[in-house]
């Protein structure tokens, strides 16, 4: 079956620890814990899409060390295919994560294998092809993102790009875009009002997130109530969940809105991967019953 989602990124292991206070220039303090999990913008983004229901398929590259394992596993056990997970030789990306005692974090990476996904193939191409959406962040080379989104464009398939980390996104990059996803600090940083972009969503942390399509007023998707333990990877659970919703057919605005109570519900949990929200926890928080399909 040709995925509805396809995501071209990046795959970490994140070496999590958490602390009080996130210490200063110079200064050292003890951690209260750490943990080894999954995480990486790509496969957070497409575990997010996996569990918002969406058949998701993740385009990525593992090293040669025993990380690489704790990474194919997490894909396979969220039942994604892991054919289309490289092995590179060396190391895996790796992800150096502090958290807070407010939730914030701060996040050292060192990309690894990631930096070697510079093309696709002719078969990754044909599953950006067949997909309904492709979701792209800046993790990994600008030459692959070009490849997919171009590809994509040529195709049809609609294409989400999360330009994070933030940098100067080429112009032929941002012709293929039709959804951009950015942060409020990434929204300053890009001026993302100058881009000519079709929508442009500016997620807002705790309190809720915009959608500007281009020529129409801006939409104000509300916020959640919750508290925060850890933020880590919520923008991912929203973009992921995005794309699941608009590869169902659901509209822009309805698609934030549940994207954004999908990432209200992972920040209530520590680590990137374990906190990402199911479907049905989503219907939950929004009230609905729960509907098979
Ligand atoms: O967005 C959160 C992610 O950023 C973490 O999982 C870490 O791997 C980094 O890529």
Same mark, same amino acid.
């Given at each position: 079956m040709s995925a509805q989602v396809v995501i071209v990124g990046s795959a970490n292991v994140d070496l999590v620890t958490r602390v009080e206070r996130i210490p200063g220039p110079g200064e050292t303090v003890t951690s209260e814990s750490f943990n080894v999990f999954a995480g990486g913008k790509g496969l957070n983004q497409a575990i997010a899409s996996r569990r918002a229901g969406a058949v998701t398929a993740l385009i990525a590259a593992v090293g040669s060390d025993d990380y690489a394992r704790v990474l194919v596993d997490t894909v396979r056990h969220e039942?994604? /295919? /892991?054919? !289309? !997970?490289r092995r590179e030789p060396g190391t895996t990306g790796t992800a150096f994560v502090t958290t807070d005692a407010t939730g914030e974090n701060n996040i050292v990476i060192v990309p690894g294998a990631n930096g070697l996904l510079n093309r696709l193939t002719e078969s990754e191409r044909d599953q950006v092809r067949e997909a309904d959406v492709l979701v792209c962040q800046l993790e990994v080379p600008n030459s692959v993102v070009e490849d997919a989104v171009t590809t994509a464009r040529e195709a049809g398939t609609t294409v989400v790009l999360n330009p994070t980390p933030v940098r100067t996104v080429p112009a032929a990059i941002l012709a293929a875009v039709d959804v951009l996803i950015v942060n409020e600090h990434e929204a300053d940083q890009l001026r993302v009002e100058e881009l000519r972009v079709p929508c442009v969503v500016t997620t807002l942390g705790s309190k809720g997130a915009t959608l500007q399509i281009r020529g129409e007023r801006t939409v104000r998707v509300p916020a959640r109530k919750t508290i925060a333990l850890d933020t880590t990877g919520a923008g991912d659970t929203f973009v992921g969940a995005f794309a699941a919703e608009i590869a169902r057919g659901v509209g822009y605005a309805q698609a934030a809105t549940r994207a954004n109570v999908a990432a209200s519900l992972s920040v209530e949990e520590h680590g990137a991967v374990p906190s990402i929200p199911t479907r049905q926890a989503v219907d939950e928080a929004l009230g609905l019953e729960r509907v098979e399909n």
């Open positions: 039942g994604m /295919d /892991d054919a !289309l !997970l």
